[in-house]
């Protein structure tokens, strides 16, 4: 049950748009549909960003956008804004029937 | 609304147990599998481990496997994690999360504020 790898950090100007990478293997990630991205900010619990690999829950803005090739799931935020600053957390359902998470990403807006 | 209200937390000495609970409001809980997730201080996100709807179907992260167990009371839409032989590396805020259906394969989809636990002699 090895983590899924993310870059432990990226960055962007208001209004730019950033992606962040997250990989896995074909027991996980490459395996199945169902890779989910959440938001963390500072003390809070996590949010749901998405699921299914590009599915976005309601309420969740269309700035945010998911997609996998391969092995490589990504999160696509455009049009950065002051609060997207955050950790974001990338989870794969695996072939053993757990969920394995990404180390994790914190995002600073410059 | 949808809400997760997690509890039972405190500090622990190596060895102990100790139980987590998870009172759910504002969706029909016994419809949907539901997580536990942990986050060690200052550190990422770790799955512990996940039941199914009816309770039928359960499965753990490797590194508690053997120690935890996860339940739950459809009656009363409470969600449990009984924690024994705990050790220092357990220590962490404590999430639970409902599925986003009634399976294992559901991801994470609304979690909990937290509960933490500190094992510490």
């Known amino acids: 049950q090895s983590a899924l790898t993310q870059p432990a950090s990226v960055s962007g100007s208001p209004g730019q748009s950033i992606t962040i990478s997250c990989t896995g293997t074909?027991?996980?990630?490459?395996?199945?549909?169902?890779v989910s991205w959440c938001q963390q900010h500072p003390g809070k619990a996590p949010k749901l960003m998405i699921y299914?690999?590009?599915h976005r829950p309601s309420g969740v803005s269309t700035r945010f956008s998911g997609s996998k090739s391969g092995n490589t799931a990504s999160l696509t935020i455009s049009g950065l804004q002051p609060e997207d600053e955050a950790d974001y957390y990338c989870s794969s359902y695996t072939s053993s029937s757990t969920w394995v998470f990404g180390g994790g990403t914190k995002l600073t807006v410059l | 609304q949808v809400q997760l209200v997690e509890s039972g937390g405190g500090v622990v000495q190596p060895g102990r147990s100790l139980r987590l609970s998870c009172a759910a409001s504002g969706f029909s809980f016994s419809t949907y599998a539901m997580h536990w997730v942990r986050q060690a201080p200052g550190k990422g996100l770790e799955w512990v481990a996940v039941?199914?709807?009816?309770?039928?179907?359960?499965n753990y992260a490797d590194s508690v496997k053997g120690r935890f167990t996860i339940s739950r009371d459809n009656a009363k839409n409470t969600l449990y994690l009984q924690m024994n032989s705990l050790r220092a590396e357990d220590a962490a805020v404590y999430y639970c999360?409902?599925?986003?259906?009634?399976?294992?394969?559901?991801?994470?989809?609304?979690w909990g504020q937290g509960t933490t636990v500190i094992v510490s002699s």
């Open positions: 299914d690999v590009s």
């Open positions: 039941m199914s709807y009816d309770g039928s179907n359960k």
């Open positions: 999360s409902s599925a986003m259906g009634p399976y294992y394969y559901y991801g994470l989809d609304v």
């Open positions: 074909n027991s996980d990630v490459g395996a199945y549909n169902y």
